[in-house]
């Protein structure tokens, strides 16, 4: 699965568990400008919290709010 294909599928499953999510920054640009999307950055209404019990994760900037999520490979 790739980048973009995983990061709409978490999107789909935060969103099915009620609360609001969705894909920002370079990834947005990159699939405007036809280029190949690295990553996914995705902001929620998901307390911080529940993504880290409900994902596999590395708490990379915790005192921003910020963790990185292992999905789908």
Do not use: C, Q
């Not at 789909?12 to 690295?38: C, Q, S």
């Not at 990553?39 to 921003?64: A, C, H, R, V």
């Amino acid at each position: 699965m790739d980048y973009l294909s995983a990061g709409l599928s978490l999107l789909k499953e935060i969103k099915d568990l009620g609360y609001e999510a969705f894909i920002v920054g370079g990834a947005v640009r990159d699939h405007l400008l036809n280029k190949k999307v690295n990553d996914i950055d995705i902001t929620t209404s998901m307390p911080l919290s529940m993504l880290e019990t409900k994902y596999e994760n590395k708490n990379t900037g915790g005192k921003y709010l910020s963790i990185t999520i292992f999905y789908a490979g």
